[in-house]
């Protein structure tokens, strides 16, 4: 299910900045060139009231793997959406920031109990150099591929995997250690992340 926001709205998320939240680029974006916004929603909701309509009194809520299940349905919607608006030439950008800040996106969409905001999407016309712009050199095959069963990368293998992936982008001063512990501190220690886990929570509580 998708909500419909208009351009130019103020999303009550928005008002929890960090100097790594994408909230004042995103919106930026929206108010300049993005036609439209699509809000991914996970609607455990919809058949537990069908059930309740069709008189069954004794429905279970839904549990966790409803919630599973549903938000890996939507996420498979949201990526169709882009499929089929870059077949138009129309580019789109998935928006981490939806899982913040729980009251205030369920204030904003009205949202009900057992249906969770599973992702965003901002669609809007591309430059041309964004289209020229090459694909960045991914992990190799074998640090991102498990055959029959999962195995770690030691850590000898991790390093190696992201030397090889900078070098493959021109990155032949990289320093695994500096990098990797400022990744951490900008996106997984940082007051966003969470600020998500926080949000997280609050709706994951109502499916336990």
Not at 158 to 179: E, S, T, V
Request: charged share 25%.
């Amino acid at each position: 299910m998708a909500e419909r926001i208009r351009v130019g709205d103020r999303l009550p998320f928005f008002l929890y900045d960090t100097p790594y939240s994408a909230g004042n680029r995103f919106r930026d974006l929206l108010d300049a060139q993005a036609p439209l916004v699509l809000v991914f929603l996970a609607d455990c909701r919809r058949w537990l009231n069908a059930y309740h309509a069709a008189g069954i009194t004794d429905a279970r809520k839904p549990g966790a793997g409803d919630l599973m299940l549903a938000v890996a349905d939507t996420c498979i919607a949201a990526q169709n959406a882009v499929v089929a608006a870059e077949s138009l030439g129309i580019g789109s950008c998935y928006i981490g920031d939806v899982l913040e800040n729980a009251e205030a996106m369920r204030d904003a969409l009205h949202l009900p109990q057992y249906v969770v905001p599973a992702c965003m999407l901002v669609f809007g016309r591309p430059t041309e150099q964004q289209q020229r712009r090459p694909k960045p050199a991914r992990f190799a095959e074998q640090a991102v591929v498990c055959e029959n069963v999962y195995t770690d990368r030691t850590p000898d293998e991790l390093r190696a995997d992201f030397a090889a992936k900078a070098a493959a982008n021109g990155q032949l001063d990289y320093d695994f250690d500096k990098a990797v512990q400022a990744f951490c501190k900008r996106k997984y220690a940082s007051d966003f992340s969470r600020e998500m886990t926080r949000s997280a929570e609050i709706y994951w509580k109502e499916f336990l």
